[in-house]
């Protein structure tokens, strides 16, 4: 059985750093799309990373390009979503997804119904 647990979460000043983990269990980690969303309170859920782990291409939602980085670690079946200079507006709970179907990460991949499965949650807290 798919199972994700995301760690790393925080309370941060603007402008510091965080590092969120998802370790993946229950599958062959190899050959899978990887992806981080993010939900603030009365928010819809938005993507904001993606990795497929065969190859690493990636993708991001245009709010966290050159600061966000999203890798992968194969021999720890754990990806990792690096975010620096936090902003007050990146506040909110940080999921972790995975998704077998595509081959690639585009833009289908900040989709959240392209999705199956679903860590519990990280909170991000950025103060100004």
């Known amino acids: 059985q798919v199972q994700l647990v995301e760690s790393g979460g925080g309370s941060v000043q603007a402008g510091g750093s965080l590092r969120l983990s998802c370790v993946a269990s229950?599958?062959?980690?190899?050959?899978?799309?990887m992806a981080w969303f993010r939900q603030a309170p009365g928010k819809e859920r938005e993507g904001v990373a993606s990795?497929?782990?065969?190859?690493?291409?990636?993708y991001y939602v245009h709010s966290v390009k050159d600061r966000f980085t999203i890798s992968q670690d194969n021999a720890k079946n754990t990806v990792y979503l690096q975010m620096n200079s936090l902003k007050p507006e990146d506040t909110a709970m940080y999921y972790c997804?995975?998704?077998?179907?595509?081959?690639?990460?585009?833009?289908?991949?900040?989709?959240?119904?392209?999705?199956?499965?679903w860590g519990q949650g990280t909170q991000v807290t950025v103060s100004s």
């Open positions: 997804a995975a998704d077998f179907l595509h081959g690639y990460a585009g833009t289908w991949s900040l989709l959240p119904g392209t999705f199956g499965y």
């Open positions: 229950g599958y062959t980690f190899s050959s899978n799309c």
């Open positions: 990795i497929y782990t065969r190859g690493g291409n990636t």
